[in-house]
């Protein structure tokens, strides 16, 4: 496929690299560049370095290559709780316990495997169109990019953090009112297994938090917990985990962040429940939320039960804001 544009007069003194991240939207910088330096990517006619300016009205015409196979990993019939799909984009809920990127230990019965047993197109896809992950053990909603170009869009409003997501945290103690953590992560200084907040070295991190639920009393003897919602502003790893740790709020169930000997939860209560983005095709701002997995939501119920002084045998409603009986997929529109 080639593509031919006349750089327009404004452009002049721009860098060609710079240039070409805003002519060709739909391609990343990395690509463009490969592009570049392999010769598919001309200007008037002649190779040029990424670092020389242009004057304006330049054609540059990219002979774009053919899609190619961007990973060996097997497709694996696992099943996929889908909430949406189209051309260019996939939806889905990833349970607890599935393992998102094959490595050391899990080069096997990933979600990246599942992925490419659903839509085979998307072996030609980098990582198979994950543009983000969520930890082993926690639930909920995952975007997942089906060409290189909605890949682009997606990690775009990743970075700009355009795209937003939230996500559901029952941590232990009794959180009073809502706030926000911001402190930079990196590698732990002696347990390379783990991240930490650090001082010199991380990635800057925010996470705002937000009530949405308290557990405690008499019925409960003393003990006290917390339901939060959480919305990142950033990506880090073990991002939520470690700033609601620093707090003195750790996840209930987090084996490594979390109070030491707690066997209240079989995995840390976290879920990524609402997901919002520019659809990378129309644009559109869409909202996705992935039901609760069985698991937490028997957690709450049990909880809500000791507070309230009642059996689970009682009939009360569960939220309805994290049913799965509700709206899975809302469209917003400006």
């Given at each position: 496929?080639?593509?031919?544009?006349?750089?327009?007069?404004?452009?002049?003194?721009?860098?060609?690299?710079?240039?070409?991240?805003?002519?060709f939207p739909d391609h990343s910088r990395n690509r463009l560049k490969a592009w570049l330096d392999d010769g598919h990517i001309l200007v008037d006619g002649a190779v040029w370095a990424g670092k020389q300016r242009l004057e304006g009205n330049e054609t540059i015409t990219a002979t774009l290559p053919e899609a190619t196979q961007e990973t060996d990993a097997q497709p694996e019939d696992?099943?996929?709780?889908?909430?949406?799909?189209?051309?260019?984009?996939?939806?889905?809920?990833?349970?607890?316990?599935?393992?998102?990127?094959?490595?050391?230990?899990?080069?096997?019965?990933?979600?990246?495997?599942?992925l490419l047993h659903h839509a085979p197109e998307l072996a030609n896809?980098?990582?198979?169109?994950?543009?983000?992950?969520?930890?082993?053990?926690?639930?909920?909603?995952?975007?997942?990019?089906?060409t290189p170009q909605a890949q682009t869009h997606l990690v775009r409003q990743l970075q700009t953090h355009a795209a937003s997501r939230?996500?559901?945290?029952?941590?232990?103690?009794?959180?009073?009112?809502?706030?926000?953590v911001e402190g930079a992560i990196g590698r732990h200084g002696r347990d390379r297994t783990k991240m930490a907040m650090v001082v010199v070295g991380g990635k800057p991190a925010v996470t705002h938090y937000k009530l949405r639920e308290s557990f405690g009393g008499a019925a409960m003897l003393g003990k006290h917990y917390s339901l939060l919602e959480c919305k990142l502003e950033t990506g880090r790893t073990h991002q939520i985990r470690v700033h609601l740790a620093s707090i003195k709020h750790p996840l209930v169930g987090d084996a490594t962040y979390g109070k030491r000997g707690d066997s209240m939860f079989h995995r840390q209560a976290l879920h990524a429940w609402r997901l919002t983005l520019a659809h990378p095709a129309t644009g559109e701002t869409v909202r996705f939320i992935a039901p609760m997995a069985k698991d937490m939501k028997h957690l709450l119920k049990e909880l809500r039960a000791q507070r309230d002084n009642?059996?689970?045998?009682?009939?009360?409603?569960?939220?309805e804001d994290f049913d799965d009986d509700g709206v899975e997929v809302i469209y917003v529109r400006d």
């Open positions: 496929m080639t593509q031919s544009v006349t750089v327009p007069m404004a452009m002049s003194g721009t860098r060609l690299d710079a240039a070409l991240a805003i002519l696992i099943p996929l709780e889908i909430i949406f799909e189209d051309e260019h984009l996939i939806i889905i809920n990833k349970p607890p316990g599935l393992v998102v990127h094959p490595g050391a230990g899990n080069r096997e019965g990933t979600l990246l495997n599942a896809v980098a990582r198979a169109g994950i543009v983000h992950r969520l930890d082993k053990d926690t639930s909920g909603v995952m975007m997942v990019a089906r939230e996500y559901v945290a029952l941590v232990h103690g009794a959180v009073r009112k809502s706030g926000t009642r059996t689970l045998d009682d009939g009360f409603d569960d939220d």
